[in-house]
């Protein structure tokens, strides 16, 4: 069975640092992942996804990257976190876009 | 611009009664459609979905109806229970190039005993 898996579950960091998430989806080839990100208030935002290795599409402008090394690997950025990227963030996968994903545990970012 | 919208941001049900849970959208493209339940510090987990071919798609307690003409979509829980108490998010996709899931605000039910 597919499982995904997101680390740390949560992390408080300093305005200015580096910032890096990372998430490994196992038991699927070639999913599509995606980051997302519940702020209060805003439901669940979409900020990246990725249809294979080294494709990245962004849906907001912001002060994050991603990147997708590997098949299964996604990972979210950042060079100097900004107070307003604090955040739950979510990684997912799913078979097709626009079908079911699945979403890991989620990260509580705390930029402070 | 909100194309999945959830009006109500909370609810609260007698514990065995039925929870109606609503979401508007406002995308003519999107042609299928998702609830997510939501614990606090957890993930989404997925729940049921449904085709714009279809208007109600049932799975145990839970079914799920589309009114394609007033783009509106509607989870129904029945009977509710305490444990069914999280944030119900409606999602949906195919809007043109929007291939991506769409997902309203959330509303928060509380099931009470």
């Known amino acids: 069975s597919q499982t995904i898996h997101q680390w740390p579950a949560t992390l408080v960091q300093p305005v200015g640092s580096p910032l890096s998430l990372e998430c490994t989806v196992e038991?699927?080839?070639?999913?599509?992942l995606y980051w997302y990100r519940q702020a209060a208030g805003r439901g669940l935002q979409l900020l990246f996804y990725s249809v294979g290795i080294g494709q990245i599409s962004s849906e907001v402008p912001q002060n994050l990257s991603a990147s997708r090394p590997q098949d299964r690997q996604f990972i979210l950025s950042s060079k100097k976190l900004l107070l307003s990227d604090s955040g739950f963030y979510l990684c997912a996968w799913s078979v097709g876009l626009g079908t079911e994903a699945f979403f890991g545990q989620g990260t509580r970012l705390t930029v402070v | 611009d909100q194309q999945v919208k959830q009006n109500s941001p909370s609810l609260s049900v007698q514990e065995g009664r039925i929870s109606i849970l609503n979401c508007d959208y406002t995308?003519?493209?999107?042609?299928?459609f998702l609830w997510y339940k939501k614990y606090p510090a957890e993930g989404p987990t997925f729940l049921i979905s449904?085709?714009?071919?279809?208007d109600k798609n049932e799975d145990g307690r839970f079914t799920v109806f589309l009114n394609k003409s007033a783009k509106h979509l509607s989870l129904h829980i029945v009977p509710s229970q305490p444990g069914d108490s999280a944030v119900y998010f409606c999602?949906?996709?195919?809007?043109?190039?929007?291939?991506?899931?769409?997902f309203g605000k959330g509303t928060k039910l509380s099931v009470k005993p």
């Open positions: 038991g699927t080839s070639n999913p599509n």
């Open positions: 999602a949906a996709s195919g809007g043109g190039s929007q291939g991506n899931l769409i």
């Open positions: 449904i085709s714009s071919i279809k």
């Open positions: 995308n003519s493209m999107f042609d299928y």
